[in-house]
């Protein structure tokens, strides 16, 4: 049973830039084609999807984000990564690492979530 | 992007009541189309793929169904560990969207 764990700094400025990791342990990032994907759920605006990255390094971002976006994995750690830059309050949520399965295109393993504050 | 409404936006409903929630696409996703139960302060679980595939483990009295532009989820008969957020989910093009949510709560 995979399971995935985002860490991060909590809080941050306006203007900052956001840095989380996601490790990935119980199975291998590098097999099983899975889409690795980074979403966020805002305290009003609820649920958004923010992008994947696959383990040979393609991604695709959502054009909302990606101006300030990068997501990036490391196989040898088993973990991926996600950059956001430029913050502003908006940013503020909940941020959540998921595997996508790629035979259902569904989010089959999540991490527990990370809040991210963006505060001055 | 594809935007997904769903509705209602909340339902209370009691223990053994069968509940439907609906999603609509503003365009034609064929089956594309995941639902998601969210509890509070937890990451949401994936309970149906391809809008009408129960997932493994997920009880039989949740079901969907739906093509196109409109999908449901019903519960046949409620119980006290359903009452949570529903969400659903289009995958047929990027960027993905969910619905806003429908959240269920216990009358």
């Known amino acids: 049973q995979v399971q995935l764990q985002e860490s991060g700094p909590g809080l941050l400025k306006p203007s900052q830039t956001l840095s989380l990791t996601c490790a990935v342990s119980?199975?291998?990032?590098?097999?099983?084609?899975?889409?690795w994907t980074w979403i966020r759920q805002h305290p009003v605006k609820g649920l958004e999807w923010i992008g994947y990255?696959?383990?040979?390094?393609?991604?695709y971002y959502n054009p909302s984000l990606k101006s300030r976006l990068i997501i990036s994995v490391n196989t040898s750690s088993n973990q991926f990564s996600l950059s956001l830059s430029s913050l502003t309050a908006a940013d503020t949520a909940v941020y959540y690492c998921?595997?996508?399965?790629?035979?259902?295109?569904?989010?089959?393993?999540w991490g527990q979530g990370t809040l991210i504050t963006v505060s001055s | 992007d594809i935007q997904m409404t769903q509705s209602p936006s909340s339902l209370s409903a009691s223990v053994g009541d069968r509940v439907t929630i609906t999603c609509r696409a503003s365009?034609?996703?064929?089956?594309?189309l995941g639902w998601y139960q969210q509890k509070s302060g937890k990451a949401p679980k994936r309970l149906i793929s391809?809008?009408?595939s129960l997932q493994t483990g997920v009880p039989s009295r949740f079901s969907g169904s739906g093509s196109g532009t409109e999908f449901t989820l019903t519960i046949s008969s409620l119980q006290p560990e359903d009452f949570a957020t529903y969400y659903c989910?289009?995958?047929?093009?990027?960027?993905?969207?969910f619905g806003q949510g429908t959240k269920l709560e216990i009358k």
């Open positions: 989910l289009q995958h047929n093009s990027y960027p993905y969207t």
């Open positions: 365009q034609g996703i064929r089956n594309d």
């Open positions: 391809a809008a009408s």
């Open positions: 119980g199975g291998s990032i590098s097999s099983g084609n899975y889409f």
């Open positions: 990255i696959y383990s040979s390094g393609h991604t």
């Open positions: 998921a595997r996508e399965e790629p035979s259902t295109r569904t989010f089959d393993s």
